[in-house]
T-cell receptor
Framework: GENVEQHPSTLSVQEGDSAVIKCTYSDSASNYFPWYKQELGKGPQLIID???NVGEKKDQRIAVTLNKTAKHFSLHITETQPEDSAVYFCAASNRDSNYQLIWGAGTKLIIKP | DGGITQSPKYLFRKEGQNVTLSCEQN?????MYWYRQDPGQGLRLIYY???????QKGDIAEGYSVSREKKESFPLTVTSAQKNPTAFYLCASSIVIDYEQYFGPGTRLTVT
């Protein structure tokens, strides 16, 4: 079955700098890759997602890139702000797993003032 | 105001007791999910339902049970057979499977 690995587990960046979180997946049939942000004590919230027919997607300061050959996808946050501090999760799914999301272990992003 | 509600936010139970966690959505979504979250780990799927009166086991269904009698509601029962029930439980829904999942605020269950 699918396995998703996420790195790093903790990332500390200076406010205003960029942050990059990377995930690798094992099942080449996976075709949907969402990123969720979870603030303390709350449920995760989708921030961006990408399907396998595109290589990059942007939404203001957030972008996701997908490399199907290497089976990895990354979250890029530019001009980081204090409110970006949270835990970020990547996930992957495909039809063979009945579209169940397989989640990475999460990255705690700390924005230093 | 549409969304997903989970109650209660905190729940305490004695070992050996069954406990039911509530999940309600007014988003008119067909699919609903239950996840378990443990510290430092990703979410693990317990059960999911694509449509009323139908549900499937996820990766860690042992010791849990669900029902889906109404579109809006997907309660989860943590039975005494669940060996390590203390965790943060998250309910989610999506318009159909393979689309964005919307999460509730979660229920933190502590069993002593």
């Amino acid at each position: 079955g699918e396995n998703v690995e996420q790195h790093p587990s903790t990332l500390s960046v200076q406010e205003g700098d960029s942050a990059v979180i990377k995930c690798t997946y094992s099942d080449s049939a996976s075709n949907y890759f969402p990123w969720y942000k979870q603030e303390l004590g709350k449920g995760p919230q989708l921030i961006i997602d990408i399907r396998s027919n595109v290589g990059e997607k942007k939404d203001q300061r957030i972008a996701v890139t997908l490399n199907k050959t290497a089976k990895h996808f990354s979250l890029h946050i530019t001009e980081t702000q204090p409110e970006d501090s949270a835990v970020y999760f990547c996930a992957a799914s495909n039809r063979d797993s009945n579209y169940q999301l397989i989640w990475g272990a999460g990255t705690k992003l700390i924005i230093k003032p | 105001d549409g969304g997903i509600t989970q109650s209660p936010k905190y729940l305490f139970r004695k070992e050996g007791q069954n406990v039911t966690l509530s999940c309600e959505q007014n988003l008119n979504h067909d699919a609903m999910y239950w996840y378990r979250q443990d510290p430092g780990q990703g979410l693990r799927l317990i059960y999911y339902s694509q449509i009323v009166n139908d549900f499937q086991k996820g990766d860690i269904a042992e010791g849990y049970s669900v029902s889906r009698e109404k579109k809006e509601s997907f309660p989860l029962t943590v039975t005494s057979a669940q060996k390590n029930p203390t965790a943060f439980y998250l309910c989610a829904s999506s318009i159909v499977i393979d689309y964005e999942q919307y999460f509730g605020p979660g229920t933190r269950l502590t069993v002593t």
